[in-house]
């Protein structure tokens, strides 16, 4: 099976431009899932779509915002960038069928990232 | 506090050491660990995965967990220049939200 895929791998964007990033998840995986990775903070979790719905969302502010479509593609987007937001976003695929459960065993598989800089 | 605490090194180590790795965590309610390798300018792979206390061996990789302690390792054996990675440890509860430290950059030295 062909690993995820993060469109475009960079980005340089000027403060408050806003910025669609892009994400194809393996083949039947339905739970698409996007970090932003920076060195100081690590990876931290942006939020979780599972068939087109967000179910899981961490604690970045609503300008980062995203979707997912009925191919479980996912885009996510950043409006009003701001220099801070200069990272590494990465989305990870899993199959989600367990989410939600206490047992939650699915494997996450990530994509290269996609490395935006804000000027 | 973070949930997820991880020396962020940078580690080196001559070939063929033992090369030990760990993190602490805060939240008693994770159930599920996870030690991925991040290669420079790749996403991360995933390398162990272990559930609850004990200890799990992938050929010169174990994964030890002690959840009386909050605290979880990866060991590796007869280190090699290609185990040259960011190592970052991961650990979920319920749902899909992980947790990641924030990586031990290791290097090993031919």
């Known amino acids: 099976k062909a690993g995820v895929t993060q469109t475009p791998r960079y980005l340089i964007k000027t403060r408050g431009q806003q910025v669609t990033l892009s994400c194809s998840p393996i083949s039947g995986h339905r739970s698409v899932s996007w970090y932003q990775q920076t060195p100081g903070q690590g990876l931290q979790f942006l939020f979780e779509?599972?068939?087109?719905?967000?179910?899981n969302k961490g604690n970045f502010p609503g300008r980062f915002s995203g979707r997912q479509f009925s191919n479980s593609r996912s885009e996510m987007n950043v409006s009003t960038l701001e220099l801070g937001d200069s990272a590494l976003y990465l989305c990870?695929?899993?199959?989600?069928?367990?989410?939600?459960?206490?047992?939650?065993?699915?494997?996450?598989?990530f994509g290269p990232g996609t490395r935006l800089t804000v000027l | 506090q973070k949930e997820v605490e991880q020396d962020p090194g940078p580690l080196s180590v001559p070939e063929g050491a033992i090369v030990s790795l760990n993190c602490t965590y805060s939240?008693?309610?994770?159930?599920?660990f996870m030690w991925y390798r991040q290669y420079s300018r790749k996403g991360p792979e995933l390398l162990m995965y272990?559930?609850?206390?004990g200890n799990k061996e992938d050929g010169r990789f174990t994964a030890q967990v002690d959840k009386s302690s909050k605290y979880i390792s990866l060991f590796i054996r007869d280190s090699q220049p290609s185990d040259s990675a960011t190592y970052l440890c991961a650990m979920n509860s319920t749902g899909n939200q992980f947790y990641f430290g924030t990586g031990t950059s290791l290097t090993v030295i031919p």
């Open positions: 990870a695929s899993s199959e989600g069928t367990s989410g939600g459960s206490m047992f939650s065993t699915d494997t996450q598989y």
């Open positions: 779509y599972f068939s087109e719905t967000q179910r």
């Open positions: 939240n008693s309610a994770f159930q599920y």
């Open positions: 272990t559930y609850s206390s």
